[in-house]
C-alpha cells in the first residue's frame, strides 16, 4: 500500500505541493500529466531519495516519512534507466546485495540474460530500460515506481514485458505506481489513476472513469478528449430523485444539455468523439438531447476509423466513425450533416 | 580587398599569434633540455646530491598527494553535491593558496608551524619538527598544491549524475556504500588525473620550500642552489633532469585524455 498525505517535496525550482493519494495493496496505479507536472518527483518522494518538506508518506501501513531510500524496500526504475555503466548487465542486475536469488529468474523471464556479456555502453534504450527493470525486480520488491518503463521498447517487447510484468504483479502481489503517458497503458494495466499538474493532484479515478469523467477542461484537454468548449452552465431544476441534474451548457457557440453535478456558472463541456452519432438528415424521433446541424469540414482516416470534423457556425464538432460509416453516408467535405449527442454523454465540469 | 584575401589575413594572424605563444612556452624548455639534459642524465648516476634531492622530490610529492587524496576527496564530494553548508565559501577558501605568492606561502606556514609557534613546538616535541625537516616539504607542497586536487575532484564527481547514487540507494546500499560503489568507480579517471597534477605541481614547488625547508634539498632547491653557488652551467644539469620529471606526470594526463576520448566515442 501506497499512501501520501498532504506532501510537499521540492526538486529545484519545482515542487509538488499538498499531494494526497492512496494505492491500495495490490493495486497497479497509473500516473499521467504533462511534462513537468511532477510525476517523477512524485515517485522519487515515495522512494524516499526526495525528502519531503510537509505531510506524511506511508508504505505498507507503516509511517516511511522520515526513513532512508534504502531501508523502504520499493523498487524505481526511471526513464533512462540508469545502469551503472562501470558494472556489467548481470552485474547490473545482482547490484543489490539480497538479489541474488532472484537475478536468473528475473532476468530470464524478462529476457535479459543474452545480455549479460554485454557492456552498459553497448545496449540500446530499450535493452537499457528492460535491464533496469530486471534490476528493480531482482531484489523482489512489494512496492514498485516505474517512470515510463517501456518508452524506449520495440512494439514487441514493449508486450512482452507488460505481460511479463502484470504477471508478476500478480504472482507476487506487488503494488505498483506506473508514470506513463500511452492511454492505451493506462486503459489496460491501471486499477487507479492519478493525474497530475504544475505539481497538484487534479483528479484520481479508475481509468475509465477518468476518461469518460475528466475532472477539469485541462485533464480532458490532457486525455486527448476530441470535443471541449468553454461557457456558462446553468442547472435545470433538481428532480430529487437522484444527484444528478439536468445542465444547459451554451458557449464556443454552441447550446448542449447535459446530466451532472455542477453548480452553475462557467464550466465546460467535454464529449467525445466516438459519442456523436452522425446522420445525412433528421430521422426518427429519437432520445438523444442534442442535435445539431452542420457541414463536414474535413474527414481524417485513422486505419478503420475516421475523424470527422463538423463545422456548426462558430462551432466546430469532432465526430469518430468507422470508415464503414464514411464511405455509406458519404461523408465528404461540404456535405450537410446532422449529429446527435445524448445528454448522458455531454460532460459538464 | 577580397572576402578571400581578408580570410587569408586572418587566418594568418591567428596561426602567427598561436605560434609566437607556442614558441614563448616551448623554446626556454627545449633550450634547457637541449643544454643540460644529456648532461643531468649522466649525473644521475653518479651525483649522490641530486639522487637524493630527486628521492626525495618524488617522494614528498607522492606523501602530500596521497594525504590529500585521502583529506580533499570527501570534501570535494560535499562540494561537488553541495551538501556543505556555506559551500561557495569554503570553495573559495580551499583555492586561497592559489592565489597567494607562493613565498608568501611559505611564511604564512612558518607563522603557525614555525619553531617558535605551539603548533611547530608541540609537533616538534612529538618528533615531528616541520622547519628544516622533510614533513615541512610534504607540507609546503601539500599547501599549495591541494586545491588544484581538490577543485579537479570537485569536478570529476560533479560529472557523476547523482541519480545513480539514489538509485543505488533505493538496491538498499548506505550512503556511503552508494558513493564508494557508483560514485567514486566513475569518478576514478577524474579523481587520478587531479591526483597527477598535484604530484605535478608539488614537484616543480620552490617558493613555499625555500621558505620553511632549505635543508634537506628538493631538486628544486638544489637547482637554485647551484645556480647561485656556481653558476648556469652547474645548474643546468639538475634544472634539465627536473624537467624530465615533470614530463611523466604530462604523458600520463594526456595519455588519460585520449583514453577517456576513446571511450566516450564508443557505440
Known amino acids: ?349 | 580587398m577580397t572576402r578571400g584575401t581578408a580570410h587569408r589575413a586572418a587566418a594568418m594572424s591567428v596561426m602567427g599569434g598561436a605560434l609566437i605563444l607556442l614558441a614563448l612556452l616551448v623554446l626556454p624548455v627545449a633550450a634547457l633540455v637541449w643544454r643540460g639534459g644529456a648532461e643531468g642524465v649522466r649525473q644521475l648516476g653518479s651525483d649522490g646530491e641530486l639522487q637524493h634531492a630527486l628521492l626525495l622530490t618524488a617522494a614528498a610529492a607522492t606523501s602530500a598527494t596521497l594525504v590529500v587524496m585521502l583529506l580533499g576527496t570527501p570534501l570535494a564530494y560535499l562540494l561537488a553535491r553541495n551538501r556543505m553548508p556555506g559551500g561557495s565559501i569554503v570553495a573559495a577558501l580551499v583555492e586561497l593558496p592559489l592565489i597567494i605568492p607562493h613565498p608568501v606561502a611559505g611564511i604564512a606556514l612558518l607563522l603557525v608551524f614555525g619553531r617558535g609557534t605551539p603548533m611547530g613546538a608541540a609537533l616538534a616535541r612529538a618528533g615531528l619538527g616541520i622547519v628544516g625537516s622533510p614533513l615541512g616539504i610534504g607540507l609546503a607542497m601539500l599547501f599549495v598544491s591541494a586545491p588544484l586536487y581538490v577543485s579537479a575532484a570537485r569536478e570529476a564527481i560533479a560529472r557523476v549524475e547523482p541519480r545513480y547514487e539514489d538509485v543505488a540507494r533505493t538496491l538498499g546500499d548506505t550512503p556511503w556504500r552508494a558513493v564508494r560503489r557508483v560514485t567514486l568507480p566513475l569518478a576514478k579517471r577524474g579523481l587520478f588525473a587531479a591526483a597527477v597534477v598535484m604530484w605535478a605541481r608539488s614537484v616543480s614547488e620552490f617558493g613555499a620550500i625555500v621558505i620553511l625547508t632549505y635543508n634537506p634539498k628538493v631538486a628544486s632547491v638544489l637547482s637554485y642552489d647551484r645556480f647561485t653557488a656556481f653558476g648556469l652551467d652547474a645548474a643546468l644539469p639538475v634544472a634539465a633532469v627536473l624537467v624530465l620529471l615533470a614530463l611523466v606526470p604530462l604523458l600520463v594526463l594526456r595519455s588519460l585524455r585520449s583514453e577517456a576520448r576513446a571511450t566516450t566515442s564508443a557505440p
Request: glycine share 10%; with cysteine.
Open chain 1, 1 to 349: 500500500m501506497i499512501a501520501l498525505d498532504g506532501v510537499t517535496a521540492h526538486s529545484g525550482d519545482f515542487a509538488l505541493r499538498d499531494v494526497s493519494v492512496a494505492i491500495a495493496a495490490g493495486e497497479w496505479g497509473i500516473v499521467l500529466g504533462p511534462a513537468g507536472s511532477g510525476k517523477t518527483t512524485l515517485l522519487e518522494t515515495i522512494a524516499g531519495v526526495r525528502r519531503t518538506s510537509a505531510g506524511r508518506v506511508r508504505l505498507r501501513g507503516q509511517d516511511v516519512t522520515t526513513l532512508a531510500p534504502e531501508l523502504r524496500r520499493v523498487g524505481i526504475v526511471y526513464q533512462h534507466g540508469y545502469l551503472f555503466p562501470h558494472l556489467s548487465v548481470e552485474e547490473n542486475v545482482g547490484y543489490a546485495a539480497d538479489a541474488r536469488a532472484h537475478v536468473r529468474e528475473v532476468s530470464e523471464r524478462l529476457g535479459v540474460d543474452p545480455l549479460f556479456d554485454r557492456p552498459v555502453a553497448s545496449l540500446s534504450g530499450g535493452e537499457r530500460q528492460l535491464v533496469a527493470v530486471a534490476r528493480a525486480l531482482a531484489p523482489a520488491p512489494d512496492i514498485l515506481l516505474l517512470d515510463e518503463p517501456f518508452a524506449a521498447l520495440d512494439p514487441r517487447r514493449r508486450v512482452r514485458l507488460r505481460v511479463e510484468l502484470q504477471r508478476m504483479h500478480r504472482e507476487r502481489g506487488m503494488t505498483v505506481l506506473h508514470v506513463t503517458h500511452d492511454f492505451t497503458e493506462a486503459g489496460t494495466l491501471g486499477d487507479i489513476a492519478v493525474v497530475l499538474e504544475a505539481g497538484r493532484v487534479i483528479q484520481v479515478a479508475a481509468p475509465s472513469v477518468l476518461f469518460r469523467k475528466p475532472a477539469t477542461a485541462a485533464v480532458a484537454d490532457f486525455l486527448g478528449a476530441d470535443n471541449v468548449f468553454a461557457g456558462q452552465v446553468t442547472r435545470s431544476a433538481a428532480s430529487g430523485m437522484s444527484e444528478l441534474d439536468t445542465l444547459l451548457f451554451e458557449g464556443d457557440g454552441i447550446r448542449l444539455t447535459g446530466v451532472g453535478t455542477h453548480g452553475g456558472g462557467q464550466g465546460h463541456a467535454v464529449i467525445r468523439g466516438e459519442d456523436v452519432v452522425l446522420a445525412r438528415q433528421h430521422s426518427m424521433p429519437s432520445s438523444a438531447r442534442n442535435v445539431l446541424e452542420g457541414t463536414v469540414a474535413e474527414v481524417a482516416p485513422q486505419g478503420v476509423l475516421a475523424r470527422v470534423t463538423v463545422a456548426m457556425g462558430a462551432a466546430t464538432l469532432v465526430a469518430v466513425v468507422t470508415d464503414a460509416s464514411v464511405r455509406e453516408l458519404g461523408l465528404a467535405r461540404g456535405v450537410a450533416v446532422v449529429a446527435s449527442v445524448k445528454a448522458t454523454a455531454v460532460h459538464v465540469c
